[in-house]
Structure formats: C-alpha cells, structure tokens
C-alpha cells in the first residue's frame, strides 16, 4: 500500500539520521558495561519529550546520505558526475563533519581536475587498492529506497555511486549488502515478524551471488578466499551468533568476529546484526521499542557507532516505517523536519507526484 511505502522511505532515512546523531558522541569509543548504563539513561533522556537539549549534530555520514538523494531526485536518469559534484560542494560548505581521513584527498582531486573522470582519484586510493572504508555504505539508503522494486538497477547504481569514492572491492560490496538489506527490510510487511535467521540467510544467498560474480571479473586467486568470500563469511558469523545466548562475553564476541571498525566488513554485517537481534529483547538494554533497541544496540559496542548505527537504524527503521521510530528522539536529532522532507521528494520522485 502506498501510504506503508512512504512511511518506511521516512523511517529508513529518519531511522539513519538517529543512528548517526545519537551514536557520533561514541565514536571511537570502548564501551564498558558501566558505560552500557550511561547509554541506556542517554537514550532514555533522548526518547523524554520533556527533555531539552542542544540537538545531536549529524556527521559526514548524513552530509553524504543527502547527496546521494538529491541525485536520484533532482535528475531524471543516474547522472555520477553530478553526485561527485554534489559530494564536493558538501565537503567544502562544511568540511567538519568528521569525514574520513583519506576521502577528503578524493574530494580535492575532484575538484582540482574539474571532475574530468569521476572515477579516477578513488582508484589512486591507498596506493591503487582504493578505500575499503564503510562510506559508501553508510550513505547508500536512497539508493535501496529508490531502486527498491528494480533490483538489477539498485545494485549497478549502488556499485558506481560507492566507486565515486570507494573503489575496494570490500568497500564496494559492503555497500551492496547494506543496499540488499534494506531493500529486504522495504519488502518486509511491519506488522509480521521477520524471521533473524530466515533474512540473514536470504542475505547471505545474495551475497553469494553478489560475490561470485566478482571471482568470474577478477580470476582472483585461490589464497585470496577471504577477500572473495568476505561478506558470506561474515553473514555465517550473524547466523551463528544470534544463535547465542545473551551477556556481555557475547557482546566481545561479536566486536571480535564482526568487529566494529570503519572498514565496511568490519561493520556492515554487524550493523545487520544489531537489527536482527534486537527484533528480540536483549537483556541489558530496558525498551519495547524495536528501532531504539537496534540503535541503542549498535552504539553499545563502541568503535564506528555513528555509522554502525546510522546502517543499523535505516535497516529498522526501513522495516518498521515512521510509526516504528519515536518522535520525541527524533527532534533530538539535526536536519530532522529536512529528512522527512528528502525522503517525501524521494518518494514521489520515485512514485510520481500526487502520491
Ligand atoms: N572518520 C571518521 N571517524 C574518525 C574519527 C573517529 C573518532 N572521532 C575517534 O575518536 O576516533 N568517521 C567517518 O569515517 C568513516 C567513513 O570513512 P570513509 O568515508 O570510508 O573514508 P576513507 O578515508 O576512505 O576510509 C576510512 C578509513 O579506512 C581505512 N582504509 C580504507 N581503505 C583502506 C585500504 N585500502 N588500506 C588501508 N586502510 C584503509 C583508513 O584508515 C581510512 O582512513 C565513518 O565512520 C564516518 O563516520
Ligand atoms: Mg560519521
Ligand atoms: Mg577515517
Ligand atoms: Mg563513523
């Protein structure tokens, strides 16, 4: 139904924006179990709607999730110069928003070249790896959103908006995989129970393909099976570990065979996790809600927490719709009226006005 459709648009990209302003105060952080307790009060303060504060300030991973929607929306066919375009523009109106260390070279080569070939200074990444780096993933929700019922489409614009700035082929398919999880969490009807290990392993029938095709490309070598293999692997640690009961031991585990970094397969398939297991309650963590749970969650295990959560609050929020998200930890966020309203241009862009 159409209504469902456009709530889920706001949730997915309101469900990013929370992740990102209320898990960027974390960054970087180890969180010890005292600290579990700090961030359970935090998120209660933040759910008051008679709370009053400074608002949480969104980072670089918002900046470039707007870019990415303005793209889709403001033109009618992928136009990838424009996007890099709009990615400069952002960088240079506020370079503070905590972008990563190396993509602001990528930034100044763009626009020292006057964008000539797009593509060229993320290739030089690195020493000619390119970035493997969770950027563009944490920015891909429009895409998902917008392609969400053409996905041959949704995966090839996917693979060259992140090449943009992302050229590794981990920093490349983990923005795939965080596409195919919200598109998944766009199908799934909000009112029904999602299965964890049912979608995990749906996931992780994709990345097989999503991977295969890659070893056909490259003719990588045999040796290299971890690189060509990355995100099955990963998605077979998810299964295993929601299998497992919960305390905090478990929690190390999961930053120990998941991780919690700012590479893209050190935080993709966790910021999957967090969704799956908090559509159960968790123990150490005091909510009903399912989409504070999955924040709150990701933002626990310390490291990445802005985009872990960012990735993590898109994919609930994508499944849950608006209604799902409280509005109160909404307002508490930056740029939180605009987001609506990039997500409801990106809905009828996508289904045409009127609807
Ligand atoms: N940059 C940050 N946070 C740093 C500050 C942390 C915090 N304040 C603290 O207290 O520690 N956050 C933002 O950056 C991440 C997204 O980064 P992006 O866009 O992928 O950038 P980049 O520079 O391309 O990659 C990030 C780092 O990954 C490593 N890396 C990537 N590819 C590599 C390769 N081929 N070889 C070696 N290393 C590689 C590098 O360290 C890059 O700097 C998000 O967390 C966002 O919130
Ligand atoms: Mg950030
Ligand atoms: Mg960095
Ligand atoms: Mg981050």
Same mark, same amino acid.
């Given at each position: 139904e159409?209504?469902?459709?456009k709530?889920k648009?706001r949730?997915?990209?309101?469900g990013a924006l &929370? /992740?990102d302003?209320?898990?960027?105060p974390f960054?970087g952080?180890?969180?010890t179990h ?10 209660d ?6 709370? %009053?504060a400074p608002?949480?300030?969104y ?9 990415v ?8 066919e992928?136009d990838y ?7 400069v523009t ?8 905590? !972008?990563?260390? @190396?993509?602001v070279e990528v930034?100044?080569?763009?626009r020292?070249?006057?964008?000539e070939?797009v593509?060229k200074?993320a ?8 970035s493997?780096?969770?950027?563009g993933a944490m920015? &891909?929700?429009?895409v998902?959103?917008y ?5 041959k489409?949704?995966?090839?614009v ?11 082929i981990l920093?490349?398919?983990g ?26 392993a749906?996931? !992780?029938?994709r990345?097989?393909?999503?991977e295969r ?5 490259d ?6 099976d971890?690189t #060509?293999?990355?995100?099955q692997n ?9 299998q497992?009961?919960?305390?905090d ?5 999961v930053?120990?065979?998941?991780g919690n970094?700012?590479?893209a397969y050190?935080?993709?398939? =966790?910021a999957?996790y967090?969704?799956?297991?908090a559509l159960?309650e968790?123990p150490?963590?005091q909510t009903?809600n399912?989409f ?7 933002v626990s295990?310390g490291?990445? =927490?802005d %985009?872990?959560?960012c990735?993590?609050?898109? &994919?609930? /929020?994508?499944y849950?719709g608006?209604?799902? &998200? @409280? =509005?109160?930890l909404?307002?508490?966020?930056? !740029? !939180? #009226?605009?987001?609506?309203e ?10 045409g006005? /009127?609807?």
């Amino acid at each position: 139904e159409a209504s469902v459709l456009k709530s889920k648009f706001r949730g997915c990209l309101l469900g990013a924006l &929370i /992740g990102d302003c209320t898990g960027a105060p974390f960054e970087g952080d180890t969180i010890t179990h005292g600290d579990k307790l700090v961030i359970q009060r935090y998120y209660d303060k933040l759910e008051d709607p008679t709370f %009053t504060a400074p608002y949480k300030s969104y980072t670089d991973d918002t900046a470039m999730m707007k870019s990415v929607a303005k793209f889709l929306t403001d033109k009618p066919e992928p136009d990838y110069r424009f996007l890099a375009r709009l990615f400069v523009t952002e960088f240079f109106k506020e370079p503070k928003r905590g !972008y990563g260390q @190396n993509i602001v070279e990528v930034f100044h080569k763009l626009r020292n070249s006057k964008f000539e070939d797009v593509y060229k200074p993320a290739k030089e990444q690195f020493m000619g790896a390119g970035s493997y780096g969770n950027g563009g993933a944490m920015r &891909i929700a429009p895409v998902a959103l917008y392609f969400h019922d053409n996905y041959k489409t949704m995966l090839e614009v996917a693979t060259n908006a992140t090449k943009l700035t992302h050229t590794n082929i981990l920093g490349v398919n983990g923005a795939l995989l965080q596409s195919v999880a919200i598109q998944l969490a766009v199908k799934c009807d909000p009112e029904a129970k999602i299965d964890p290990e049912r979608f995990c392993a749906e996931l !992780y029938r994709r990345m097989r393909k999503i991977e295969r095709v890659e070893e056909d490309l490259d003719d990588i070598e045999e040796e290299d099976d971890g690189t #060509r293999k990355a995100y099955q692997n990963k998605l077979r640690v998810v299964e295993n570990l929601l299998q497992k009961k919960h305390d905090d031991d478990l929690d190390e585990e999961v930053i120990l065979n998941l991780g919690n970094g700012i590479s893209a397969y050190e935080s993709v398939p =966790t910021a999957i996790y967090c969704f799956l297991k908090a559509l159960n309650e968790i123990p150490s963590i005091q909510t009903e809600n399912v989409f504070r749970r999955t924040v709150q969650y990701a933002v626990s295990l310390g490291g990445d =927490t802005d %985009t872990i959560a960012c990735m993590a609050g898109a &994919i609930a /929020g994508a499944y849950l719709g608006e209604d799902g &998200i @409280n =509005t109160a930890l909404a307002k508490q966020c930056e !740029y !939180y #009226r605009d987001v609506l309203e990039i997500a409801d241009n990106l809905y009828v862009a996508k289904e045409g006005p /009127g609807n």
